[in-house]
Every structure is written in C-alpha cells, then in structure tokens.
C-alpha cells in the first residue's frame, strides 16, 4: 500500500515537472523556431510597413539626402520625425513659438539645413517630388508648408535666391494661430 502511495506521489509530482517543463521549452522553441506572431511565412516580419523604423530608414536611404545632415540650427524648432511616402517626404518639427514672424524666420534655418542634407541634387530630384513640412506646439499644429523638389534644386544650384526660395515656400503656408 505505501508502495502504491509513493509510485502516486512521484508520479504527480513528475507529471507536474514535466508539464512545468514541457510548457518552458514550448516558450522557447516559439521564440526560437516559429515565425513571430504577424509573420505571413514570407520572411517579413512586417517591421518595414510598421511605422517604427520604416519610415525613418526610409527617409535615410532616399538618394542624394544625407538624413545625418537634415538638422537644423535653432532654438525654437527641432526635427522630431521624418518619413518618406511615395515621392515625398514628410517632416514633423516641434516648434516653442507661435508667432508668424519668428516661424517665418525659421524657415530660412530651415532652407539652409534642406540644402546642407541634400547632398546629391539629380538623385534626388529623380526620387522625390515634395518635402512638406509640419510644425507643431504641444502637440498642435501651428504651421505647415510645402517644398516643391524643382525649387529645392533651382535654390541649391543658385538658379533661385535664398530670399526667392524662403517666400516661395512660405507662399504655400498654412498658419494656424
């Protein structure tokens, strides 16, 4: 009888071993061999179309833009995101003012980084057609304007002038107060 009750007892406490160790090694054979949940078996785990790194590696591998380059000189605005979509490129800056005068100055800054990251024009040009940009204070917009590639280029290559280049630009911008 206590022979039945050991054989029992061991054998509950091995079933319960062995159900801690099969549900562990379930764990890690998932992690290890089978594709990540989202995975559609084609090796793509989906990170390029996800937003996280995508975007930005994106936007670094376009050609003729150094995106180690694209930053800008000032205290009052600062680059927080850039992605590319399509045949544009989208910028995201965070702003401390609102005022339309000092904005307006800004993208003077602005066009100065634009032509310091553009490093090879015609590649450029034959990748993208517009970098747009938006400015936000917490959180909210308070600016956003449009940079056709064509006046980009003309700027880079002196065919335009700096002042030329900056109202142009702000011609296409949409404050919001």
Known sequence: MERR???????????TVLAGCSSDETDSDSSDDEPPAGNNGDGNNGDEDNGNDGADSDASD???LDRD?????????SIKDVNKDGDK????????????????AEVQSLSRSLQKAITDPEAF???????????????????????????????????????????????TADETP
């Open 5 to 15: 009750q050991i054989l029992l007892g061991s054998g509950t406490a091995l079933a």
């Open 69 to 77: 380059k694209l930053k800008i000189d000032s205290g009052k605005v």
């Open 89 to 104: 490129i989208d910028i995201v800056a965070t702003t401390t003012t609102t005022d339309p005068e000092m904005l307006a």
């Open 125 to 171: 040009k034959a990748e993208l057609n517009s970098v747009t940009w938006m400015l936000k204070k917490d959180g909210a917009r308070v600016m956003s304007f449009y940079i056709d590639v064509q006046w980009a280029i003309a700027y880079i290559n002196g065919e335009m002038s700096e002042d030329e280049f900056v109202q142009t630009v702000l011609d």
């Open 62 to 64: 376009v050609p003729g």
